[in-house]
């Protein structure tokens, strides 16, 4: 297994005001979302139809694609009634700033948890 590489990327007070926010780290857009005081992160550029998807909604806990609607499992990356899966990213909070590890997590490796 392989450590981690935490990259600071937010402050979680600017994170909490909006809901979401776009972050880059190196060359990958990724957007970061607070849903229920939780946060999550995911490629930023859907896989469907290549749309930002922190220009989206957040719904019932679901992030929202503002392309077609696509609604993604933000803990997951897994789009309602789709096979497609939108990449996540590990997320820490500490001492009121947000870390990514740039790296997107692989949905087997979530699954075999």
């Not at 979302?33 to 930002?52: E, N, P, W």
């Not at 719904?59 to 694609?65: D, F, K, N, Q, Y």
Request: aromatic share 6%.
């Amino acid at each position: 297994m392989t450590a981690r590489e935490w990259v600071e990327v937010a402050a979680l007070r600017d994170l909490a005001r909006r809901g979401r926010t776009l972050v880059t780290v190196g060359d990958e857009q990724i957007g970061l979302f607070m849903i229920d005081g939780t946060v999550y992160a995911l490629r930023d550029v859907c896989v469907h139809k290549q749309r930002s998807l922190t220009k989206g909604t957040i719904l019932r806990g679901r992030v929202i694609c503002p392309g077609h609607q696509w609604a993604f499992d933000p803990a997951t990356g897994r789009a309602d009634g789709q096979d497609r899966c939108q990449p996540t990213y590990e997320v820490r909070v500490e001492d009121g700033a947000v870390f990514v590890d740039p790296r997107p997590r692989t949905l087997a490796a979530e699954e075999n948890r």
